[in-house]
């Protein structure tokens, strides 16, 4: 049974910081890659950014530069480190292991 756990939103004005943390269960986590989601009301669900079992990694154009993510495979747990955050980021953030499993999502909203 594949779990994820997401936690680490709230309320935050702009330019603010956060970081979401997700611990996962039931999967080889250090073998699989490993992404953050969001969905604003509205809007299709889109993908964050992505870590790969090797590092490697990936981001929306629109958070290059304002967004990490990292993981650690003796914590079996994914980061997303936000910074600069803006209104825009506003939505339900989800972590996922290869687009299939997903969490519960945690609420991100940033507004003054």
């Known amino acids: 049974q594949v779990q994820l756990v997401e936690s680490g939103g709230g309320l935050v004005q702009p330019v603010g910081s956060l970081r979401l943390s997700c611990t996962a269960s039931?999967?080889?986590?250090?073998?699989?890659?490993m992404g953050w989601y969001r969905q604003a009301p509205g809007k299709e669900r889109e993908l964050v950014a992505a870590?790969?079992?090797?590092?490697?990694?990936n981001y929306q154009e629109s958070v290059k530069g304002r967004f990490t993510i990292s993981r650690d495979n003796v914590k079996n747990t994914v980061y997303l480190q936000m910074n600069s955050l803006k209104p825009e980021d506003t939505a339900v953030y989800y972590c996922?292991?290869?687009?299939?499993?997903w969490g519960q999502g945690t609420q991100v909203t940033v507004s003054s």
């Open positions: 996922s292991v290869r687009s299939y499993y």
């Open positions: 870590i790969s079992s090797g590092g490697s990694r």
């Open positions: 039931g999967i080889s986590f250090s073998c699989t890659a």
